[in-house]
Nanobody, 122 residues
Framework: QVQLVESGGGLVQAGDSLRLSCAASGRTFSNYNMGWFRQAPGKEREFVAALSWRSNTYYADSVKGRFAVSRDNAKNSVYLQMNSLKPEDTAVYYC????????????????WGQGTQVTVSS
């Protein structure tokens, strides 16, 4: 089992930055691929970014160049740095852990956090 807890969400203005954190506990964190997803009201959960256990990064086109994912295996944590935020980035953000290489798919991940709300005002 892996337990994931996100933090760092909040209310910001367009153009601002936020850094989300995801703290993991349980099984060996460094063995897992880590993903960030988001879900806006009335919409499907969508892929945002992923970081493989080998530290390869993957991004949705909508966030490429603005968001950056990183991990600190010593702290069992993964981060999502979000810059130049837009109102359309408003959503609940979830981190996830899994072993599948289908990084953009929700069913590639076995463990999910409870989510943290990000609201971007215009």
């Amino acid at each position: 089992q892996v337990q994931l807890v996100e933090s760092g969400g909040g209310l910001v203005q367009a153009g601002d930055s936020l850094r989300l954190s995801c703290a993991a506990s349980g099984r060996t964190f460094s063995n897992y691929n880590m993903g960030w997803f988001r879900q806006a009201p009335g919409k499907e959960r969508e892929f945002v970014a992923a970081l493989s256990w080998r530290s390869n990064t993957y991004y949705a086109d909508s966030v490429k160049g603005r968001f950056a994912v990183s991990r600190d295996n010593a702290k069992n944590s993964v981060y999502l740095q979000m810059n130049s935020l837009k109102p359309e980035d408003t959503a609940v953000y979830y981190c996830a852990a899994g072993t599948s290489s289908y990084y953009t798919r929700t069913n590639a991940y076995d463990y999910w956090g409870q989510g943290t709300q990000v609201t971007v005002s215009s």
